[in-house]
């Protein structure tokens, strides 16, 4: 007679769905971070171009303490909008959430490996648990950079 397959335990597909969901949304989260450092290089870029192109007609048609001043403040404020990504972290953050993303992905893995082997019979609970686990590592690491703990199972 036909044996019935083990139940997965709860807290494994709690486990998968979530690993499955932080797979999916972390690189769509770096994606826009990503974007905003982009748009913060291009505002620099225009205002370095609409620098150079006005650099002449305004040294010739103003006073020369106005127009130093004038073409340093835009070129400065060009400079800084191609820094403040840096400075404020973005560019480290973005690192960060690439290596998480492949944390995320491998812990999926693992844990669809664990019922695999749960439905086979060849897996106990303690390494099930460790699968589970693993999860939870990175999800503390989510956590550290400051993403939300959205839970897709309620």
């Known amino acids: 007679m036909n044996q ?9 597909t709690n486990a998968i769905n979530d690993a499955s969901y932080w797979t999916e949304k972390l690189p769509a989260e770096t994606s826009k971070l990503v974007r905003r450092i982009r748009r913060f290089n ?30 340093s403040a ?3 404020t060009s400079a800084a909008l191609v820094a403040l990504p840096t400075a404020l972290g973005m560019r480290e953050q973005v690192e960060k959430m690439i290596n998480l ?10 844990l669809l490996d664990a019922k695999d082997d749960w439905l086979a019979g060849s897996s106990t ?19 550290a950079l400051g993403l939300k703990d959205e839970k897709p199972n309620g």
């Open 125 to 143: 609970l303690p390494e099930v648990r460790k699968s589970i686990q693993n999860l939870q590592a990175a999800k503390v690491q989510k956590a």
């Open 42 to 71: 291009a505002a620099s870029a225009i205002l370095s171009a609409v620098t150079g192109l006005a650099v002449w007609p305004i040294i010739s048609e103003s006073p020369e303490i106005v127009a130093q001043v004038l073409v």
């Open 101 to 110: 993303s492949e944390k995320f992905s491998l812990a999926h893995h693992e």
């Open 4 to 12: 019935p397959a083990p139940r997965v335990p709860k807290a494994l």
């Open 74 to 76: 835009v070129s400065f």
